[in-house]
């Protein structure tokens, strides 16, 4: 079975420090991982992904994630937060099903920046 | 990426009737994937929309509930049937190119009393 973790429902923080939204996952070979934003009332939009290579991601607006195989995490971080980056957070993780590539999303995480 | 566009973007319904949602994409894509988000909660797949043959469901969802049509690699419809207040969901269609990312559509929202 594929799955992801994110422990934490909410994040705060303050505007201008750095912000981690935790990941953690589970699956057998090699884990293609991603993560997404939706901002209310919003679909989901791909921020960055993990497929192989550097275990540092740069994705969209600023937004970076870590691959740590031994920790089988995929933290998403930003070096100084914006109220704008207020919005729900999900990791997925790619597994496999007959027709092709299914996602499995985590529960999301709420991430809300304060001025 | 991908534009992808959904209609209706919402909607209010009565129970016992159904809703049969669009999904536009601007060019070919691959694959196209329908997703449930309930309130409060993640996404859940609901099927994959197969071009020219029958979709592939995921276990707990079947095609007589939500029955799905992918004529042409740029178009998909999901049809929510006999609809119930548990059926109240954000619907997402999603596509992907390149068989790895998947990009989403702005969602359908809705409600069903």
């Known amino acids: 079975a594929q799955s992801v973790a994110q422990p934490e429902d909410q994040v705060n923080v303050a505007e201008g420090n750095p912000l981690t939204v935790k990941c953690t996952y589970s699956v057998s070979g090699n884990p293609y991982l991603f993560w997404y934003v939706q901002y209310p009332n919003r679909g989901l939009q791909f921020l960055l992904k993990?497929?192989?290579?550097?275990?540092l991601v740069k994705g969209s607006y600023g937004f970076e994630a870590e691959f740590n195989k031994s920790q089988t995490s995929f933290h998403l971080k930003k070096p100084s937060a914006l109220v704008s980056d207020s919005a729900l957070y999900f990791c997925?993780?790619?597994?496999?099903?007959?027709?092709?590539?299914?996602?499995?999303f985590g529960g999301g995480t709420r991430l809300m920046v304060k001025p | 990426s991908a534009v992808i566009s959904q209609k209706p973007s919402r909607d209010i319904c009565q129970r016992g009737t159904s809703l049969t949602i669009q999904c536009q994409v601007d060019s070919q894509v691959t694959m196209m994937f329908w997703y449930r988000q309930q309130p409060g909660q993640s996404l859940t797949l609901i099927a994959t929309?197969?071009?020219?043959?029958?979709?592939?469901?995921e276990s707990g969802f079947v095609i007589d509930k939500f029955p799905i049509s992918r004529p042409n690699l740029t178009f998909s419809t999901l049809t929510v049937s006999n609809m119930s207040p548990e059926d109240s969901s954000i619907y997402l269609c999603s596509v992907s190119r390149d068989r790895e990312t998947q990009y989403f559509g702005p969602g359908t929202r809705l409600l069903v009393l």
């Open positions: 997925a993780v790619r597994a496999l099903n007959n027709a092709g590539n299914m996602l499995t």
């Open positions: 929309a197969n071009q020219g043959s029958e979709a592939t469901y």
């Open positions: 993990y497929i192989t290579g550097d275990n």
